[in-house]
């Protein structure tokens, strides 16, 4: 009966238009409602949610959100960002259908630096797509290039989303981190190769080949921006700071960069790019607050064991279990944004995948791919939609424009359910 409750109030919540974090605050008034009214707490005490709710914000691992989001307004204010599409266009702009390939090789550089889908493709959409359109690429299926090379930012560290689940289900962010790399480039290899046989339909005039005096000079120019991942990832494995203090130096490395070697970064500009981290910040840690009031009465209520005990048929099998629980995923996230999925099935989920035996990194790593892939999906779709105001073009061409990576990008999701040891194993040798 609390699942029920748990997920009418959450969904009525939802249809009467209230915005995600309050309809979880009301989720979590309903729950302790009924739970006061059946036995299973002593009484309605509201301290107790306005601490809960406290508490989940009071936690330090999240102070890498603001940190990060902060490196990825720098990096593309300073001129990281657009030094790395110019990277990209000096090695491979000159193949066929080549402006994808720097689209795809762009998109796995940047996910390396900031973390934020929508942030990594609002970037590469507004320098990519004028100049995909200019050169006679069809734009839906541009726009849908660049959104599916977004969705990686999530998977790739450093990733927001990781630090989020990693304090939602108590995993380690920096074994996720690691755990990350791996899928992260196979998503951005699968949707590399769609673009190949997509490109040979394209009748485009590939961009001229610079000669590699030049290719150098780029590749020098962008050394910085390149340089940056290398420092988080190695910082990370020996040990010299935590995933929350890589975000500083993340911080700090591309402010330094910006505003000192490039010069592109302004001081005046500074205001206007901290209130915009700043604003993004209290709607992710406001999300968290609500959440975590929510899980915890999810723990209490013993919702985590009745629906183990719906999943008990499948639960025998470790694959089998795996894939029942992504098509579950992949169906709230056409719902349900990035962030609010993680914080309300996390709680629910964790206790069902360690009781089976799964590894909770590895299971981290597919939850927050699946979750990703949810932001190409209607109707919420948050990176579709950001493709579609930057391009000009409706929802409906921009997922059929998107559809042949969509489809790639499951691909290499369900092909990690069945073969976990391309996850599991690079992530051992990483930790040694």
């Known amino acids: 009966m609390t699942v029920t409750v748990f997920v009418a109030s959450l969904l009525g919540a939802m249809a009467l238009g209230m915005p995600i974090a309050y309809a979880l605050l009301v989720c979590g008034l309903a729950l302790m409602g009924f739970m006061a009214a059946t036995g299973m707490l002593p009484a309605f005490d509201s301290q107790i949610l306005a601490q809960r709710f406290v508490d989940g914000a009071d936690n330090f691992p999240l102070l890498a959100v603001p940190f990060f989001l902060l490196a990825g307004e720098f990096m593309n204010a300073g001129g990281l960002s657009r030094r790395i599409v110019n990277l990209a266009m000096a090695w491979v702009g000159h193949f066929r259908g080549g402006m994808g390939y720097v689209a795809v090789l762009a998109a796995v550089i940047m996910a390396s630096l900031s973390g ?70 196979l998503m951005g290899a699968a949707i590399g190769l769609t673009w190949f046989f997509l490109a ?36 990370m494995k020996f040990g010299v700071f935590t995933p929350t203090e890589a975000a500083v130096v993340a911080a700090v490395y591309s402010f330094v960069v910006g505003l000192f070697i490039y010069r592109e970064l302004k001081v005046k500009d500074l205001y206007r790019l901290v209130l915009s981290a700043g604003k993004t910040t209290a709607v992710v840690m406001f999300l968290v607050a609500a959440a975590m009031v929510s899980a915890w009465l999810i723990t209490v209520a013993n919702i985590p064991t009745e629906v183990a005990n719906m999943l008990a048929p499948v639960a025998h099998n470790q694959t089998l279990l795996m894939l029942v629980i992504m098509v579950i995923i992949i169906l709230v996230g056409t719902a349900l944004d990035f962030t609010p999925t993680v914080l309300i099935l996390t709680p629910v989920l964790m206790p069902v995948v360690i009781k089976a035996g799964i590894d909770p990194v590895y299971f981290g790593v597919m939850f927050i791919m699946n979750n990703a892939i949810g932001l190409i999906t209607p109707p919420v779709g948050t990176v579709l939609n950001v493709v579609c105001g930057v391009a000009r073009i409706s929802m409906d061409d921009a997922f059929k424009g998107v559809m042949p990576f969509f489809l790639a990008q499951l691909a290499v999701l369900f092909g990690l359910v069945l073969f976990p040891e391309v996850v599991l194993v690079p992530l051992q040798w990483l930790m040694r």
């Not at 977004?150 to 990693?166: L, R």
């Not at 000669?211 to 420092?231: F, N, W």
Request: proline share 7%.
């Open 116 to 185: 934020s889908a929508v942030a990594d493709t609002a970037a590469l959409s507004t320098l990519l797509i004028p100049m995909m359109r200019q050169a006679g690429y069809q734009v839906n299926r541009s726009a849908g290039l660049i959104a599916a090379g977004g969705i990686i930012a999530p998977v790739i560290p450093p990733s927001i989303g990781m630090i989020i689940f990693g304090v939602a289900g108590n995993v380690s962010i920096t074994k996720l981190f690691l755990a990350g790399i791996v899928p992260g480039i």
């Open 200 to 235: 040979r339909k394209e009748n485009v005039q590939a961009a001229p080949k610079v000669a590699m005096r030049e290719r150098l000079r780029i590749t020098s120019e962008g050394s910085l921006a390149l340089l940056l991942p290398v420092v988080i990832l190695g910082g």
